[in-house]
C-alpha cells in the first residue's frame, strides 16, 4: 500500500517530469522546423542555380532567345530590304518618266536649255533626271505613310491596271499641254487642271491625296521658279512670274501619279509579309 510520503513526493515528481517533457518536445519540433527551412533554403538556390543552368543551356534558354531575336531582326532586315526595293523602282519611274515629258517639252520649245546642255542625251540636262527620280521616290514613300498615319488607307482601284491607265492619262495631260494650242495661256491652264483634277477623281479620291498634291505642286512650282530665275533654264511665253500659268497642273497631277505607284508597290510588300 503506498505510502503518503510516496505520493507526496511522486506527484510533484511526476508533474515535474511532465513539464519537463513538453519543453523537449517543443524543443525537439523547433529543431526539426529548423532543418526544415534549411533544406529548403538549400533547395532554393539549387532550383535557382538549375533554373540558371537551364537558362545557359544551349539547348534551351539562350535557344529560344536567339529565335525571338532572329525573328525581330530578320523582320527588320525585311522592312529595309522592301524599302530599298520601293525606292529603286520608284526612282527609276521618275526618271523614265522625265526623260520622256522633258523631251516633249524641249522639242516643242517649251523649256529652253542651253545649247551645251541640249547636246546631251535626250535633249535633257544631266540634273533632271536624277532629280525627278529622287523627288518621285520620296513621293511614292510619302503617300502610305501619309494614309496609314492619317488612318484612312486608300483602297480606291487599287490594282496595278488602275495604276497604269493613271500614268497614260499623266502623259497624255502632259503632252497636251506642249501639243495643243489655245488662245491663250489661261485657257490652256483651266483645260490642264480640269484635267488633273479629273485625274484625281478617277484614280485617287482620297483626301490625302488631294492635299499631298497640292502640297506637292506648291513646293515644285516655287523650286521651279527659282531655277529659271537663276538662269538654269527658262520657258518661253511665261505668264505665271517666270513659267507657264499650267505647269502647277502636271505637278498635282503627277505628285497623284506618283503616290497611287508607291501605294501600289506597299500593297505588295505588305501582301508578302502576310504571307
Not at 526539426?32 to 527551412?37: N, R, T
Not at 538549400?42 to 539562350?62: F, K, Q, V, Y
Not at 525581330?72 to 526612282?91: E, M
Amino acid at each position: 500500500m503506498p505510502r503518503l510520503d510516496d505520493h507526496l513526493w511522486r506527484g510533484p515528481c511526476a508533474k515535474g517530469t511532465k513539464h519537463r517533457s513538453h519543453p523537449r518536445a517543443s524543443a525537439r519540433g523547433l529543431v526539426a522546423k529548423a532543418g526544415e527551412m534549411i533544406n529548403s533554403s538549400g533547395s532554393g538556390p539549387s532550383l535557382l542555380a538549375a533554373h540558371g543552368a537551364l537558362g545557359t543551356d544551349p539547348a534551351h534558354g539562350p535557344q529560344s532567345a536567339g529565335v525571338g531575336g532572329q525573328g525581330s531582326s530578320s523582320h527588320v532586315n525585311s522592312w529595309h530590304h522592301h524599302l530599298v526595293q520601293r525606292s529603286l523602282v520608284l526612282f527609276s519611274v521618275g526618271v523614265v518618266l522625265a526623260l520622256v515629258l522633258n523631251l516633249l517639252q524641249v522639242q516643242r520649245n517649251v523649256t529652253l536649255f542651253p545649247d551645251e546642255v541640249i547636246a546631251t542625251i535626250f535633249s535633257s540636262a544631266w540634273w533632271v533626271p536624277p532629280c525627278c527620280g529622287t523627288a518621285a521616290a520620296v513621293v511614292g514613300l510619302l503617300y502610305p505613310c501619309i494614309d496609314s498615319h492619317l488612318g484612312e488607307p486608300h483602297k480606291f482601284k487599287r490594282e496595278w491596271a488602275s495604276v497604269m491607265r493613271c500614268v497614260a492619262v499623266f502623259v497624255g495631260i502632259n503632252h497636251a499641254s506642249a501639243k495643243l494650242d489655245f488662245a491663250n495661256n489661261v485657257q490652256l491652264s483651266l483645260t490642264l487642271a480640269a484635267l488633273s483634277l479629273g485625274l484625281w477623281w478617277t484614280f485617287d479620291r482620297s483626301r490625302s491625296g488631294l492635299g499631298l498634291g497640292i502640297t506637292i505642286a506648291f513646293l515644285a512650282t516655287l523650286i521651279t521658279q527659282l531655277l529659271v530665275y537663276n538662269g538654269v533654264y527658262q520657258y518661253t511665253s511665261p505668264d505665271f512670274l517666270y513659267i507657264r500659268s499650267w505647269l502647277p497642273c502636271i505637278f498635282f497631277s503627277g505628285g497623284v501619279t506618283v503616290g497611287n505607284i508607291g501605294r501600289q508597290l506597299a500593297m505588295l510588300t505588305l501582301e508578302e509579309q502576310v504571307d
